[in-house]
C-alpha cells in the first residue's frame, strides 16, 4: 500500500465548514486545573470534537486559556462562577449524565464506555489528587483508562482527549 497523504484543501472540504457552535451535548468541564498547558490541549480536543471547555473563573485559567487557543476563531469556552461540586449538582438536575475521568471504584474501562447520546458533562480533576469525593459523589460513572506502564495515570489533557474522543464516538 502506498500511502499519500491528503492536502489541507482536501481536509478542510471533508469536515464542517465553520467553527461549531456549542452544541449544549458534550462538555469538558476541568474544574479543579493545575497546569495550564493542559487547558490549551484540551481545548483543542474541544474543537475537534465539538465539544465546549468548561473552566474555573481564575486569572491563571484566563491566560492559560487564551495562550492555549491556538485555533483562528472563539473556541466555546464556558467560564464556571462559584463552587463547581454545586455547578456539577446543577448539571445533574438538568438531565446531564456526569463522567468522570477517575481511578475509582467501580470504572468501566474506557473501551466500555459508549459514546454520548444525551447532554453530557466530562469531568476531569486535579492532576495530583484527583476529583475531590463530594465531586466523585456526583457522577454517573467513572471511567478508567488502562495502562501497561509504571505510571498510575496519564497526563489529564491526554486522559481527557481520550475520553472525548470516545464520547463523541470518534474512536
Known sequence: MTATARTRKELMRSRRGRAHGCWDHLFAAVLWPQHG???????????????????????????????GNTLRHHSCVHRLRGD????????????????????AEPAVRLADLPPARERTVMVLGHESTGIPQEGLDLLDVAVEIPMLGTGHSLNVAV??????????GLV
Open 159 to 168: 486522559a481527557g482527549s481520550l475520553v472525548l474522543y470516545r464520547l463523541a
Open 84 to 103: 463547581p461540586v454545586g455547578w456539577l449538582a446543577a448539571q445533574r438536575v438538568v438531565g446531564s449524565r456526569v463522567v468522570g475521568v477517575e481511578l
Open 37 to 67: 498547558a493542559n487547558l490549551g490541549t484540551l481545548l483543542r480536543t474541544c474543537d475537534a470534537v465539538g465539544a465546549c471547555l468548561v473552566v474555573p473563573r481564575r486569572p491563571w485559567v484566563e491566560e492559560a486559556v487564551a495562550r
